[in-house]
């Protein structure tokens, strides 16, 4: 292995990519979040739906 040399970035250009990475994972958990809280509501008003649909007629009145 130590006789292929491996060719890395400057430490500057490391450095921005890290950031980069970084900053793109925040934007994923952030979506994730998102993603979860909507499935939630979904969820929730999927239910709603669904109780007021099978209500008996004269409860549903």
Excluded: G, W, Y
Excluded at 2 to 14: G, K, S, Y
Excluded at 30 to 42: G, M, N, P, R, V
Aim: charged letters at 25%.
């Amino acid at each position: 292995m130590n006789e292929f040399p491996v060719p890395l970035p400057p430490l500057a250009e490391q450095h921005r990519i890290v950031a980069k990475v970084d900053e793109l994972m925040a934007l994923c958990d952030q979506l994730e979040t998102q993603l979860a809280d909507t499935a939630a509501d979904s969820r929730r008003l999927l239910e709603a739906v669904l109780h007021q649909a099978l209500l008996p007629a004269e409860q549903a009145a």
